[in-house]
């Protein structure tokens, strides 16, 4: 019998991107276990509208209850956008999304109040980023700008790729202008394309990934929670896909840097 605090960390995304999430959340909390789904039938999320986006993340979450998860981690950050408030209106389960720990850390890391955000159209159209930042303080400035093609250039591999190079320097080029010193990445990808997207918009800019300062909050909630894992045993690690699970498995080598990775197909109803 597993217990509680034994039960997994549930995470998931549309895809395979949540998995820069799933790295940060292994490196921040090294005992727990961890279930993910990347609704990879469905991908993608960022240019779904908000209702469509708002169903799936309802069923996604579903399917990680069925496995008995003690948390939800929220790693798209279109459905945390787009579908947090839902979520926690119908599931009483603790949910973590990516847009209050993202917006938080800007604002505390930011010197001349002048933010940037990029992310899917869906999450930048939903401006969540920027009522959570003037929701904090309303004297910082926020400019975002959507960069669609940055996931198909994650997902290709070219993270340091010239023609990578030269679509983070076209889409960033007017951040650059606004003087902006922080920019967050609100995309589960865009941590792949972190040297090029630095390169863009000049090394003084503090970039801020989103999955990493909401591994700092899974951390708080369980904690808070009387939940986090204190067992020393080897984590268990499962990974859920509503399809093609051979190109998961490829891909998430990129992007976990771990070689052997059990994926398994499911369908989602
Ligand atoms: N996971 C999505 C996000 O973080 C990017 C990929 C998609 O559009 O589904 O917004």
Redesign the pocket.
């Known amino acids: 019998m597993v217990s509680r605090k034994q039960k997994s960390i549930g995470v998931f995304?549309?895809?395979i991107?949540?998995l820069t999430v799933v790295r940060a959340l292994m490196s921040r909390l090294p005992n727990e276990n961890i279930t993910y789904f990347g609704d990879t039938a469905r991908?993608?999320?960022?240019?779904k509208s908000a209702e469509v986006v708002r169903t799936y993340a309802i069923e996604d979450t579903q399917f990680l209850i069925s496995q008995h998860v003690k948390v939800i981690v929220v790693?798209?950050?279109?459905a945390s956008a787009v579908a947090i408030d839902a979520l926690r209106h119908h599931f009483d389960i603790p949910i973590i999304g990516m847009i209050n720990p993202g917006a938080v850390r800007a604002t505390e890391v930011t010197r001349n109040g002048r933010i940037g955000v990029i992310?899917?159209l869906a999450?930048v159209a939903s401006q969540s980023y920027q009522k959570e930042i003037l929701g904090r303080n309303k004297a910082l400035s926020v400019v975002s700008k959507a960069c669609p093609l940055f996931?198909p250039l994650a997902e290709e591999g070219w993270s340091e790729h010239r023609i990578s190079q030269m679509v983070a320097d076209e889409y960033l080029a007017p951040l650059r202008k606004e003087s902006i010193d922080t920019l967050i990445l609100g995309?589960?990808?865009y941590p792949i394309l972190r040297t090029v997207i630095q390169r863009a918009v000049g090394h003084d800019v503090l970039l801020v990934d989103s999955g990493e300062a909401a591994a700092g909050e899974v951390a708080e909630v369980l904690a808070s929670t009387g939940l986090m894992n204190e067992s020393t045993a080897l984590p268990n690690y499962s990974f859920f896909v509503s399809d093609v699970p051979q190109r998961f498995r490829e891909l998430g080598t990129i992007f976990l840097g771990t070689p052997q990775m059990r994926v398994t197909k499911v369908h989602i109803p």
Request: hydrophobic share 15%.
């Open positions: 995304d549309s895809g991107g949540g991908v993608p999320y960022g240019n790693a798209c950050n279109t992310g899917t999450t996931v995309c589960t990808h």
